[in-house]
């Protein structure tokens, strides 16, 4: 079965310091991963997708099969960058109903 | 384009009450999900519907809970009756496919 998990609950760190925040799934088959993001009583939106391979406000993530994970990592974080973090995965050539993490928030303090 | 357009923002109402979420996914996009966030459980899937058509309803808590789309432009999420433990924030969200899923503000809502 297909799952999403983010390890960290909270996650704080200072203004300019790097920050990594964990996602690792399960699927047996080949995963679409996407990072979402919800800054305070806003929508969810989308952060990062990977096959797009871009980076975003400073945001990168790499799947990596091997280890089945999808770190967000960001080298310099912002206090701007407080928010709900969301990881999810997609299956199939339609990719249906995406499988969403916990959620991981993160707090950056100035 | 306005985007998912979800009403009301928010709702309170007493325990026993029925209440109906609507939802107005984006022109054009086949996929219309159903979720529940709260504090302790995060982001949950409660429905999603494929060209209208309900898909995966194994998310939904109880018969209390019920979801409609009687067209392409048009859900409704309803619970009665309501329960204190209803209170949450209720998103809708949108998809074409294979591309990014769009979701509304919300409903938050509160029952007492």
């Known amino acids: 079965a297909q799952r999403v998990t983010q390890p960290e609950k909270l996650l704080s760190v200072f203004k300019g310091a790097p920050v990594e925040l964990k996602c690792n799934y399960s699927y047996s088959g080949s995963p679409e991963l996407f990072w979402y993001v919800q800054y305070s009583r806003q929508r969810l939106q989308l952060l990062l997708r990977h096959i797009s391979r871009e980076s975003i406000k400073g945001f990168t993530a790499d799947l990596n099969k091997g280890e089945t994970s999808f770190h967000l990592k960001k080298p310099f974080a912002q206090e701007e960058d407080s928010a709900m973090y969301y990881c999810?995965?997609?299956?199939?050539?339609?990719?249906?109903?995406?499988?969403f993490g916990r959620g991981t928030q993160l707090t950056v303090w100035p | 384009d306005a985007g998912v357009i979800q009403s009301p923002r928010h709702e309170v109402t007493e325990m026993g009450q029925e209440v109906t979420l609507r939802c107005k996914p984006i022109s054009g996009h086949d996929y219309l999900f159903w979720y529940r966030q709260t504090m302790m459980r995060g982001l949950e899937l409660l429905i999603y519907f494929n060209n209208n058509v309900p898909i995966d309803d194994s998310g939904m808590p109880e018969d209390r809970f019920s979801a409609k789309m009687p067209n392409a432009s048009f859900s409704t999420l309803k619970i009665q009756p309501s329960e204190p433990r209803d209170s949450a924030v209720y998103f809708c969200?949108?998809?074409?496919?294979?591309?990014?899923?769009?979701f509304g503000p919300g409903t938050r809502l509160t029952v007492l």
């Open positions: 969200a949108s998809r074409l496919t294979y591309n990014e899923q769009f």
């Open positions: 999810a995965l997609g299956r199939g050539s339609t990719l249906g109903r995406l499988y």
